[in-house]
């Protein structure tokens, strides 16, 4: 599986900036939550969206023996260390230390990333060593025809 070019991710993410917060809504210029963003960018970028997400907590301090977020972008996406995450990647964060990663954001340079945040909306904001280093995961989104063929491949499974 091949990805989207950064470029193209980052433009895209770009156009939500300034989108208010709204928990577990993706509606660019009305409303976005983190993961809404991302689905919002995904739609823009590759295509219909893969699944439907499920309600979530907005519990950062959440634990638990699952990475929910992270299976679901393993699914989906192309997995990177998060050491070799760049521009255009998708970066899940661990808010508080030994809970799950809730937190997303999209790298749009070395230093700095979008992400949606309570009371200010969709904003771009440099990557921190704070930010840094409670990143837990690292995606790129793929390119549309990959998805399509990998669905197809599943259809054909069944």
């Given at each position: ?68 977020l992270a299976e679901g972008a393993r ?20 808010m508080a230390p030994r809970a799950i ?58």
């Amino acid at each position: 599986m091949k990805p989207a070019t950064p470029k193209r991710v980052i433009a895209v993410a770009r156009t939500w900036l300034g989108t208010p917060y709204h928990d577990q809504a993706s509606l660019k210029g009305v409303g976005c939550d983190c993961l809404g963003l991302a689905r919002g960018v995904w739609r823009e970028v590759v295509g219909d969206e893969p699944f439907i997400i499920p309600p979530y907590s907005r519990d950062w301090g959440e634990t638990g023996p699952r990475e929910v977020l992270a299976e679901g972008a393993r699914g989906a996406m192309i997995e990177i260390a998060p050491e070799h995450a760049g521009a255009g990647a998708l970066v899940l964060f661990r808010m508080a230390p030994r809970a799950i990663a809730k937190h997303v954001g999209i790298l749009t340079s070395a230093d700095s990333f979008l992400h949606a945040y309570e009371r200010l909306g969709v904003i771009e904001q440099p990557l921190t060593l704070p930010w840094r280093r409670r990143i837990a995961f690292a995606f790129l989104f793929p390119r549309p025809a990959l998805v399509l063929r990998k669905k197809a491949r599943r259809k054909t499974r069944s």
